[in-house]
């Protein structure tokens, strides 16, 4: 067994593991992140590819409306390479779709994101594919983004300030010594080398996975976990991310990424993020709801599918019978010393990928607030390194 030391471990080579080891980094904390697969290799490489205007949960959850659109402004910043400026569209297509507008439009109003309403004919000649039964359309600051680009130019930036990451290489323990995390034991999975890494904080940034490495530290993280599907077709009739104009539901979006168009998503509740499969109901679900958009998606070719795991955390206050698609989109840091008495322990899920970057200034100013660190949060302030 090889022995490391370090500051801070982050367990996680997602979105968040990657913003929260640059963010780490760029304050001068030595820091280490171990990830069990690739980086991405969770849900962040599986996502819908939508960099959100926040426009979605505007009515619903105007907090994680307002995180995505400040999120929005400042990735395009920081991480152009990572982002299509795609613009989007919210349609409607129905008496209730236009019933939902004017709150839409207000909610996004409400939380600072620039709308304007169109009517379905200006809407048909800037997207000729649209259907032609739509009445109106809301014009959001939608984008798409690379969740490769991004995670790999979060960990290229933070090794250029000195951190380390060691991929394919899974923790398998939480070390304790009474109340206090200690470190990691971690294996290396193509080598099966074993590593004890000592740090004064472990960083727990592993998405869906976030209750099961609690578990490794003897900590319960109530997640209420579903998965989601999403189709790729094989070309791009649509310029924009074209949006349902209702309250959130399956088979609402079209995301333009590259060439192709991904329809999205379903929601299906789950308990084991490694344990779930692709029915052909969502694929069907999603042809149809968004072929109401976009009719020609009912001939187009199937490239591929696939799905993801939503690391939605369920505060115990919430626990109960709403519906899973009001959980909070929102993010949460619990530190573990101030919830559970364990201290060197610090969690960061829920959230999404487009405010990757404000969950890591969060949870490293709590780490910079234990450790007695006064370093500010510039990663706002730094463009990312091409990845
Ligand atoms: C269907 C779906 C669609 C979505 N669409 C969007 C969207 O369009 N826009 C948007 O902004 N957000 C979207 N999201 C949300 C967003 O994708 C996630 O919030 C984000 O990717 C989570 O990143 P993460 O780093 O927290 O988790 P992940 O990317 O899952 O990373 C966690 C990592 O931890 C690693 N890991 C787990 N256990 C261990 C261990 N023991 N040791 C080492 N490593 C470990 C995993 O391998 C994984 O790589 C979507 C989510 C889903 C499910």
Request: charged fraction near 0%; charge should be neutral; hydrophobic fraction near 0%.
């Given at each position: 067994m090889k022995t490391l030391e370090t500051q801070v471990v982050v367990i996680g080579g997602g979105a968040t593991g990657t913003a929260v080891l640059r963010d780490l980094a760029m304050r001068g904390i030595q820091a280490l992140l171990l990830e069990r697969g690739n980086l991405a290799s969770g849900t962040s490489g599986n996502f819908h590819g939508l960099l959100h205007s926040g426009a979605r949960y505007a009515v619903k959850d105007p907090p994680a409306a307002e995180e995505c659109i400040v999120e929005n402004r400042i990735l395009r910043q920081i991480a152009p390479q990572a982002i299509e400026d795609t613009g989007g569209f919210f349609v409607a297509l129905t008496d209730a779709d236009e019933a939902f507008l004017p709150r839409l439009v207000e909610g996004c109003q409400r939380v600072g994101i620039p709308v304007e309403v169109i009517s379905g004919s200006e809407a048909l000649r800037e997207e000729p594919a649209l259907s032609p039964q739509v009445r109106q359309a809301v014009v959001i600051p939608d984008g798409s983004v690379d969740g490769w680009t991004l995670c790999i130019g979060s960990v290229k930036a933070a090794k250029e300030y000195g951190a380390q990451a060691m991929l394919y290489t899974m923790v398998t323990e939480i070390l304790r010594k009474g109340d206090r995390v200690i470190g990691v034991r971690a294996v290396d999975?193509?080598?099966?080398d074993e590593y004890l890494v000592r740090a004064e904080y472990v960083v727990n940034a592993t998405g869906p996975w976030t209750e099961k490495t609690a578990r490794l530290a003897g900590i319960e993280v109530p997640m209420a976990l579903d998965y989601g599907t999403m189709v790729v077709l094989d070309s791009r009739p649509v310029r924009r991310a074209i949006n349902r104009c209702r309250p959130p539901a399956d088979g609402d979006i079209i995301v333009p990424v590259g060439t192709t168009i991904v329809l999205g998503t379903t929601s299906v509740p789950i308990q084991d993020p490694d344990d779930f499969c692709i029915q052909e109901w969502e694929i069907d679900l999603l042809l149809d709801e968004c072929a109401q958009m976009v009719p020609i998606v009912e001939d187009m070719n199937i490239q591929r599918y696939y799905a993801a795991v939503r690391p939605l955390y369920k505060p115990p206050q919430t626990a109960g019978e709403e519906e899973r698609r009001e959980v909070s989109r929102a993010f949460y840091v619990l530190d573990h010393e101030q919830l559970n008495g364990i201290g060197g322990f610090i969690t960061i899920t829920g959230g999404k990928l487009t405010t990757c970057r404000l969950m890591a200034e969060k949870t490293v100013d709590l780490v910079c607030a234990k450790m007695g660190i006064s370093v500010p949060c510039r990663t706002h302030l730094e463009p990312l390194p091409p990845a």
């Open positions: 999975q193509t080598s099966g």
